[in-house]
């Protein structure tokens, strides 16, 4: 499609009645330039519920506002990355700016998105956020808002998602285009996770705004819900994986001896699986215990590793230990190895 408009603002839309008309107030009462041609393009996803008629009911504000407005529909519903996949299709922006139903941006969000998208028309420029209720997901909240812009592609398998949220997403055509779209499998696939890592994988790059752009709703009608944990974990370590453990050929230390670190230890692949030299820990307990035996593996012998404190523990590390959840002893204790992150260790928490 010719590029016609300035700014296309995607919006994916199944059964979003209780959110979409807060929605598009967002989109109605946004401060950009008034020279940039803005339209907003909606895809209905199968909604069975009034989603329709709130779209049209608001459709004769935005445009007198002077923004275009672009509605399609399909059913039944295919999923979140089809139903952007399609609202983008039938848009006409040179960038893109992708906000979900139940979400609802600050006025700023266009003006100083597009200001960064059209210095780095290569990025996917995200923003920090709010969430809405205040009190949910505080530690992930933090951790998404607080991370430098090395870490922006440093922890990119940290996360059970990208390191800026999809929902804050904004970006040129042409990085939409180079990714070509996003995973139509459907229900259950976490499509921005995979988009943005074939974007890294291109050469693509990540960029955040200062600027609190979204309040971003948590409810348990949630998509994000409909993702089980095991796929995003594949994802991740697939890339943990490719991209660090492959070229760590002398070894390396899995920092957590419980839970998350054995997972990590029994999910690997047999060759990388063997070049693990130890876990570390601080629990006296664990230290106490001074191996774990891979009781499950069909090895014989089956596979002892050791547990060791940290202060003795050799570099590269794998760190499956949880930020902000120790009053700060983990950071100090991390910080106390002068590590250099992505290439000393990486986090997998």
């Known amino acids: 499609?010719?590029?016609?408009?300035?700014?296309?603002?995607?919006?994916?839309?199944?059964?979003?009645?209780?959110?979409?008309?807060?929605?598009?107030?967002?989109?109605?009462?946004?401060?950009?330039d008034p020279r940039l041609r803005v339209e907003v393009?909606?895809?209905?996803?199968?909604?069975?519920?009034?989603?329709?008629?709130?779209?049209?009911?608001?459709?004769?504000?935005?445009?007198?506002?002077?923004?275009?407005?672009?509605?399609?529909?399909?059913?039944p519903a295919h999923g979140v990355g089809y139903a952007k996949n399609r609202a983008v299709a039938q848009s006409s922006g040179r960038f893109l700016c992708f906000l979900d139903a139940d979400d609802v941006m600050r006025p700023c969000r266009l003006r100083c998105q597009h200001e960064e998208a059209a210095k780095f028309p290569d990025a996917i420029v995200g923003g920090r956020f709010v969430r809405d209720p205040a009190d949910s997901t505080e530690r992930y909240t933090r951790w998404a808002n607080q991370l430098s812009p090395r870490q922006l592609t440093q922890q990119v398998v940290t996360s059970h998602g990208?390191?800026?949220?999809?929902?804050?997403?904004?970006?040129?055509?042409?990085?939409?285009?180079?990714?070509?779209?996003?995973?139509?499998?459907g229900r259950g696939t976490p499509e921005d996770l995979i988009f943005f890592y074939r974007h890294l994988d291109l050469g693509g790059t990540v960029r955040r705004v200062p600027d609190e752009v979204l309040v971003y709703r948590y409810h348990p009608d949630a998509a994000t819900f409909t993702i089980h944990e095991d796929t995003i974990w594949a994802l991740r370590l697939e890339r943990l994986c490719r991209h660090w453990l492959v070229d760590w050929t002398a070894g390396f230390t899995i920092w957590n001896a419980g839970k998350q670190g054995?997972?990590?230890?029994?999910?690997?692949?047999?060759?990388?699986?063997?070049?693990?030299?130890?876990?570390?820990?601080?629990?006296?307990?664990?230290?106490r215990q001074?191996?774990?035996?891979?009781?499950?593996?069909?090895?014989?012998?089956?596979?002892?590793?050791?547990?060791?404190?940290?202060?003795?523990?050799?570099?590269?590390?794998?760190?499956?230990?949880?930020?902000?959840?120790?009053?700060?002893?983990?950071?100090?204790?991390?910080?106390?190895?002068?590590?250099?992150?992505?290439?000393?260790?990486?986090m997998f928490s």
Not at 41 to 70: N, P
Not at 164 to 182: K, L, N, Q, Y
């Open 1 to 32: 499609m010719d590029q016609d408009m300035d700014i296309s603002i995607i919006i994916p839309v199944h059964n979003a009645e209780r959110w979409l008309a807060a929605c598009l107030q967002s989109v109605a009462d946004q401060d950009q």
């Open 41 to 75: 393009s909606v895809y209905l996803d199968g909604s069975t519920d009034q989603s329709a008629a709130i779209l049209e009911h608001f459709s004769c504000q935005l445009r007198q506002k002077g923004y275009t407005v672009v509605v399609s529909s399909g059913s």
């Open 162 to 185: 990208p390191t800026v949220i999809m929902p804050t997403w904004f970006c040129s055509r042409a990085v939409f285009d180079r990714v070509d779209g996003f995973d139509e499998s």
């Open 262 to 287: 054995r997972k990590l230890y029994r999910s690997l692949p047999d060759e990388l699986r063997d070049r693990v030299l130890a876990f570390c820990d601080v629990d006296e307990r664990k230290l």
């Open 290 to 346: 001074g191996v774990y035996i891979y009781e499950n593996s069909e090895l014989r012998p089956k596979p002892r590793v050791p547990i060791v404190h940290f202060s003795k523990a050799q570099k590269p590390f794998v760190i499956c230990v949880k930020m902000d959840l120790t009053g700060g002893q983990f950071e100090k204790n991390l910080a106390s190895l002068g590590l250099e992150e992505a290439k000393d260790y990486v």
